[in-house]
């Protein structure tokens, strides 16, 4: 049966899927990356580039990150591509925007807490655990179709209006 093992991982060891389902729809989607070049850093550099388009809303979750640091209630899942490199398979919109921001203060383009940039150098994530690729793969599609095709139910109005008023009241 496959499982999931909770793991902190360094952010460096984290990779986004140049893969993504997401970009399915995008122009300049020609072929499949195969897992021995997802690591390389063009590959990267084009898979954020993807995820940092606008209709991802990646701006939006940088922002909350750069404002309250990276909250761990909902775990990245990852799958292992060697014994400490990970592909991420749900989240990487999160991780996007975390690369993005780490760059943009190294960049001096944004100046990020002490206890933000704390919150982004280890992630915790979630690994499937399963030796079998065919399984593995078969496991993560079915996660990421229970997330994105059945959703999370969004809260009204009303709830939403509610959550901001008590982060303002606490000074978010």
Same mark, same amino acid.
């Given at each position: 049966?496959?499982?999931?093992?909770?793991?902190?991982?360094?952010?460096?060891?984290?990779?986004?899927?140049?893969?993504?389902?997401?970009?399915?729809?995008? $122009?300049?989607? @020609?072929?499949?990356?195969?897992?021995?070049?997802?690591?390389?850093?063009?590959?990267?550099?084009?898979?954020?580039?993807?995820?940092?388009?606008?209709?991802?809303?990646?701006? $939006?979750?940088?922002?909350?990150?750069?404002?309250?640091?990276?909250?761990?209630?909902?775990?990245?899942? !990852?799958? /292992?591509?060697?014994?400490?490199?990970?592909?991420?398979?749900? +989240?990487?919109?999160? @991780? +996007? *925007?975390?690369?993005?921001?780490?760059?943009?203060?190294?960049?001096?383009? *944004?100046?990020?807490?002490?206890?933000? $940039?704390?919150?982004?150098?280890?992630?915790? !994530?979630?690994?499937?655990?399963?030796?079998?690729?065919?399984?593995?793969?078969?496991? *993560?599609?079915? @996660?990421? +179709?229970?997330?994105?095709?059945?959703?999370?139910? /969004?809260? +009204? /109005?009303? $709830?939403? *209006?509610?959550?901001?008023?008590?982060?303002?009241?606490?000074?978010?």
């Amino acid at each position: 049966m496959t499982t999931l093992r909770e793991l902190v991982v360094p952010v460096d060891s984290l990779y986004l899927d140049p893969n993504n389902p997401r970009f399915a729809d995008l $122009q300049d989607r @020609l072929q499949p990356i195969a897992p021995d070049r997802v690591t390389e850093q063009g590959v990267q550099q084009k898979a954020l580039a993807r995820i940092l388009d606008d209709r991802f809303e990646v701006a $939006q979750l940088k922002d909350s990150i750069r404002t309250i640091g990276f909250l761990t209630v909902d775990r990245l899942v !990852v799958t /292992p591509l060697s014994k400490d490199k990970y592909v991420v398979i749900e +989240g990487n919109r999160r @991780l +996007g *925007a975390i690369k993005s921001l780490l760059e943009d203060h190294r960049n001096g383009e *944004a100046d990020l807490a002490g206890e933000v $940039q704390g919150s982004l150098g280890e992630i915790p !994530v979630l690994v499937i655990d399963e030796p079998e690729l065919a399984k593995r793969e078969h496991f *993560a599609r079915i @996660l990421q +179709g229970v997330r994105h095709v059945a959703g999370i139910r /969004p809260w +009204g /109005p009303y $709830q939403q *209006a509610q959550v901001v008023a008590l982060m303002l009241d606490d000074g978010k």
